[in-house]
């Protein structure tokens, strides 16, 4: 009976979305459960937004816990080919998936952004499993506070965010991303996923060069000037 549920489910989605686009989802899910497998991690549970606006009501600003494609952002990392000694910020880290990416990327220093308490613990619980399963060398931070509040430094040069929140604390964070530019002006690469608030952070900094990609998801690399 399950089986074919299933089945059924497959044959609709490919209906709706085509084969190629599903055949890529149903690739993408099974290296979901593979990626935290091979670690001894839990990155693919998703956590609800009912849930995180009752451990802190900023949440509200943001949605649920669910983990960005782990294959997307491996393509998208070695398609840039970034300079491993930039530090590498994931804002709106939740259980360190995109953490972790960027450790076996190669990023030496990584921080990672979250409001929620009980997120940041899995995160720290994650990469502590991953550290001593690899070896891996990366100084990596879990940075436990609201988003708005922090200040980017001089070597903060690759930003990654996936529609981690709107409004108003978007519009603050971009805007302290704005500041640290004006202080330590340097080039910084922010790579957008689901880039559902891309108009207001388009009003706010200057790029040298925008694109747009597709891989199941949508995702937009910023360069600025």
């Excluded at 989605?13 to 084969?19: A, E, H, P, S, T």
Aim: aromatic letters at 12%; proline letters at 3%; a positive charge.
């Amino acid at each position: 009976m399950k089986a074919f549920v299933i089945l059924k489910r497959t044959v609709g989605k490919i209906q709706r979305d085509g084969l190629v686009r599903t055949s890529k989802a149903v690739y993408s899910n099974i290296y979901e459960h593979y990626f935290d497998w091979k670690y001894g991690i839990d990155t693919k549970t998703w956590v609800s937004h009912k849930d995180l606006i009752a451990e802190n009501d900023l949440a509200k600003h943001s949605g649920q816990y669910q983990p960005n494609c782990a294959l997307v952002v491996k393509k998208v990392l070695r398609k840039l080919q970034l300079p491993k000694d930039q530090t590498f910020i994931d804002i709106g880290s939740g259980k360190g998936r995109i953490i972790i990416l960027a450790a076996k990327y190669g990023f030496k220093t990584i921080k990672g952004i979250e409001l929620s308490s009980n997120l940041s613990s899995i995160a720290e619980s994650n990469i502590e499993t991953f550290i001593t399963k690899t070896g891996n060398p990366a100084r990596i931070q879990i940075i436990n506070k609201d988003a708005t509040k922090h200040k980017f430094d001089v070597m903060d040069s690759v930003i990654f965010m996936y529609n981690p929140f709107n409004g108003i604390v978007f519009e603050k964070v971009i805007d302290n991303i704005k500041q640290s530019l004006q202080k330590y002006p340097r080039q910084m690469t922010i790579i957008y996923m689901n880039p559902t608030e891309r108009e207001m952070l388009e009003s706010k900094l200057e790029f040298s060069s925008i694109q747009n990609f597709t891989w199941n998801e949508h995702y937009t690399i910023y360069k600025t000037k």
